[in-house]
């Protein structure tokens, strides 16, 4: 094992959590879930916590089980050998204090690495100090002894500031800089049933952000670097989709994609063991956007549960929390309830298409946008199926653009003609008469069309 470093003391979560289980008590102090710095430690922590808060008693037995229900953390065996560890040593209050600073320590670590690599791809310096100077202020925990102590929860706005904020220079933002669509830190989804072509209409997506090209008017501010994660989909699978991507990329665009765009499979972490995951891997690829496919199957909850899903979602150690920290945006892609009929769907508003995906409200009410992406009842005159595309909650703000270079409401799309796994625009023929919404097209798994 590696020599303890300031940012690193695993000994001493490991015998702080054990002291708690082996007493019945609460983290002590200020000290909380999302300060230690091992997944499982902060699984065992978020136990503990969790248990004592809602009054069930933390002891051996009942941190096993709840590790077992969210499957993450340590085994039973594991707990035990925290108690063990710590024998009759007396809970040092120190210990969390310790524990803190180093959280405090690796924050600043991260941060300082961001702005070093923005500075790097040229970022303005301006913005780069006034970032700095946020991400140093947002570290809430004060030395010992102090006085007072900020509520970490709490960010305050500065009123001149908000009067003269100018949306045009948003350094925030990452793809609708018109309008200010996605902005770093923030999350959104698009919604379709299995089948439809989710994954390769992601992987579309992905590809063309990673080279700063706008699909279907979606008009990123640079070339971002990409994060695709799924559990899905195999090798083959992904391979077919990311062929008919990139068919017609010339020979420097395939190389700055190597470079932007990292895709990975991850079938095994779920929970907050995920979130710590994503994290991690926006540290240490320093990425821009994260697409997750889809985000349900890294939930090891029942997802129409509403508290459950608000904590995943919102809490400590959660999604949110996390895209704070990193500055990443996330596009999750979400599975719906039980198939709707082609009419059904195509009667619907936006409004009413954002609640389609499955599980409790939150899902939607979490993401700063919500996507739709279903197949309608008409087919183009070759027989290709049209899918329509577009988004519900801010559509003042998307820029989704038909065929003709239209902003729109929604778009339609269809498979490439040619047979690949590749999205275009379905024929202007296809094109429906609903107000500000005209089509656009993209494809699902198994779809034909030139990149864009």
Same mark, same amino acid.
């Given at each position: $094992?590696?020599?303890?470093?300031?940012?690193?003391?695993?000994?001493?979560?490991?015998?702080?959590?054990?002291?708690?289980?082996?007493?019945?008590?609460?983290? *002590?102090?200020?000290?909380?879930?999302?300060?230690?710095?091992?997944?499982?430690?902060?699984?065992?922590?978020?136990?503990?916590?969790? #248990?004592?808060?809602?009054?069930?008693?933390?002891?051996? +037995?009942?941190?096993?089980?709840?590790?077992?229900?969210?499957?993450?953390?340590?085994?039973?065996?594991?707990?035990?050998?925290?108690?063990?560890?710590?024998?009759?040593?007396? #809970?040092?209050?120190?210990?969390?204090?310790?524990?803190?600073?180093?959280?405090?320590?690796?924050?600043?670590?991260?941060?300082?690495?961001?702005?070093?690599?923005?500075?790097?791809?040229? &970022?303005?310096?301006?913005?780069?100090?006034?970032?700095?100077? &946020? @991400?140093?202020?947002?570290?809430?925990?004060?030395?010992?002894?102090?006085? &007072?102590?900020?509520?970490?929860?709490?960010?305050?706005?500065?009123?001149?500031? $908000?009067?003269?904020?100018?949306?045009?220079?948003?350094?925030?933002? +990452?793809?609708?800089?018109?309008?200010?669509?996605?902005?770093?830190?923030?999350?959104?989804?698009?919604?379709?049933?299995?089948?439809?072509?989710?994954?390769?209409?992601?992987?579309?997506?992905?590809?063309?952000?990673?080279?700063?090209?706008?699909?279907?008017?979606?008009?990123?501010?640079?070339?971002?670097?990409?994060?695709?994660?799924?559990?899905?989909?195999?090798?083959?699978?992904?391979?077919?989709? @990311? $062929?008919?991507?990139?068919?017609?990329?010339?020979?420097?665009?395939?190389?700055?994609?190597?470079?932007? #765009?990292?895709?990975?499979?991850?079938?095994?972490?779920?929970?907050?063991?995920?979130?710590?995951? +994503?994290?991690?891997?926006?540290?240490?690829?320093?990425?821009?956007?994260?697409?997750?496919?889809?985000?349900?199957?890294?939930?090891?909850?029942?997802?129409?549960?509403?508290?459950?899903?608000?904590?995943?979602?919102?809490?400590?150690?959660?999604?949110?929390? @996390?895209?704070?920290?990193?500055?990443?945006? #996330?596009?999750? $892609?979400?599975?719906?309830?039980? *198939?709707?009929?082609?009419?059904?769907?195509?009667?619907?508003?936006?409004?009413?298409?954002?609640?389609?995906?499955?599980?409790?409200?939150?899902?939607?009410?979490?993401?700063?946008?919500?996507?739709?992406?279903?197949?309608?009842?008409?087919?183009?005159?070759?027989?290709?199926?049209?899918?329509?595309?577009?988004?519900?909650?801010?559509?003042?703000?998307?820029? +989704?653009?038909?065929?003709?270079?239209?902003?729109?409401?929604?778009?339609?799309?269809?498979?490439?003609?040619?047979?690949?796994?590749?999205?275009?625009?379905? *024929?202007?023929?296809?094109?429906?008469?609903?107000?500000?919404?005209?089509?656009?097209?993209?494809?699902?798994?198994?779809?034909?069309?030139?990149?864009?």
């Amino acid at each position: $094992m590696p020599p303890p470093t300031p940012t690193s003391v695993i000994d001493t979560e490991r015998f702080l959590l054990g002291a708690c289980i082996r007493d019945g008590v609460d983290l *002590p102090g200020d000290l909380r879930p999302c300060h230690f710095e091992e997944p499982a430690l902060a699984h065992v922590a978020n136990a503990v916590h969790r #248990l004592a808060t809602e009054g069930k008693g933390v002891d051996e +037995l009942t941190v096993g089980a709840f590790l077992a229900e969210i499957r993450g953390g340590y085994s039973p065996h594991e707990v035990n050998s925290l108690t063990a560890e710590v024998g009759f040593s007396v #809970l040092n209050p120190s210990w969390g204090d310790a524990i803190i600073r180093a959280s405090r320590l690796r924050d600043i670590t991260r941060s300082a690495e961001w702005i070093a690599g923005a500075a790097q791809r040229g &970022e303005d310096p301006d913005f780069l100090r006034v970032s700095f100077s &946020e @991400m140093l202020a947002k570290d809430d925990t004060l030395p010992a002894g102090a006085e &007072e102590q900020k509520d970490a929860s709490t960010e305050y706005f500065d009123l001149d500031a $908000m009067q003269s904020f100018d949306p045009k220079t948003d350094k925030t933002v +990452l793809i609708g800089a018109e309008r200010r669509w996605i902005c770093q830190g923030y999350p959104f989804q698009i919604v379709g049933f299995s089948g439809t072509g989710k994954s390769s209409l992601a992987i579309h997506l992905g590809v063309h952000w990673a080279l700063g090209r706008s699909p279907f008017g979606l008009k990123p501010v640079r070339e971002l670097k990409v994060l695709m994660v799924q559990a899905e989909n195999d090798f083959g699978d992904a391979a077919e989709a @990311m $062929m008919g991507a990139t068919a017609k990329l010339t020979e420097p665009e395939r190389r700055t994609l190597k470079e932007n #765009l990292i895709f990975v499979r991850q079938s095994s972490k779920m929970g907050f063991a995920f979130v710590e995951y +994503l994290g991690q891997m926006v540290e240490k690829h320093k990425v821009d956007l994260i697409i997750a496919d889809p985000l349900l199957a890294y939930a090891n909850f029942d997802i129409a549960d509403q508290a459950e899903t608000s904590a995943f979602l919102r809490g400590q150690g959660g999604v949110f929390e @996390m895209l704070q920290r990193t500055k990443a945006a #996330l596009l999750y $892609m979400h599975h719906t309830t039980k *198939p709707k009929s082609a009419d059904d769907l195509d009667a619907m508003t936006p409004q009413q298409l954002a609640y389609l995906g499955a599980g409790c409200a939150e899902w939607v009410n979490f993401a700063r946008d919500s996507g739709y992406f279903f197949r309608t009842k008409a087919n183009t005159s070759e027989g290709r199926p049209v899918y329509r595309f577009g988004f519900s909650k801010r559509q003042s703000r998307f820029g +989704l653009k038909d065929a003709n270079d239209r902003f729109a409401g929604h778009v339609n799309l269809c498979h490439a003609e040619d047979g690949s796994i590749r999205w275009e625009y379905a *024929p202007p023929a296809m094109e429906d008469s609903q107000p500000s919404q005209k089509g656009h097209s993209s494809p699902a798994k198994g779809s034909p069309r030139p990149l864009r």
